[in-house]
């Protein structure tokens, strides 16, 4: 899981010799998952969305272990927004609404450009 989670997963997948385990997991992304259970909303940055759910703004906000801590717990308001949405009503709906493929696991096809 993260916010924006297209960024994160092109780190990972840069980092795909080091971690092939890693690179292989797929993610679920705040943003879309956040779009769907709260439309409306002017946009869907981090911020907006704790101020959204009254998630205090952590001191070092833009530092990793702040925005992580902060990322998961949106993550666990979106979850239990997600539970009551008869839309959502299975992992695969909810990876269907903002899951994020890992580039490790999508097909390759070979000798395209050969």
Known sequence: MAQ?????????????EHCP???RTNLIDTIPQAK????GLPNY??????????IPQPPNRHRAPDDVDVTAKLFLHLI????R???LDSLAALF???GRTA???????AGLFD
């Open 4 to 16: 924006h989670a297209a960024t994160e997963a092109n780190v990972i997948h840069h980092q795909r």
């Open 45 to 54: 940055k981090l911020d907006t969305l704790l101020a959204h759910y009254g």
């Open 21 to 23: 385990a890693l690179a």
């Open 36 to 39: 769907h259970l709260i439309p």
């Open 85 to 87: 949405d008869p839309r």
């Open 103 to 109: 580039k490790a696991n999508q097909p390759v096809q």
């Open 80 to 83: 239990t927004a997600a539970d």
């Open 96 to 98: 269907k609404t903002a």
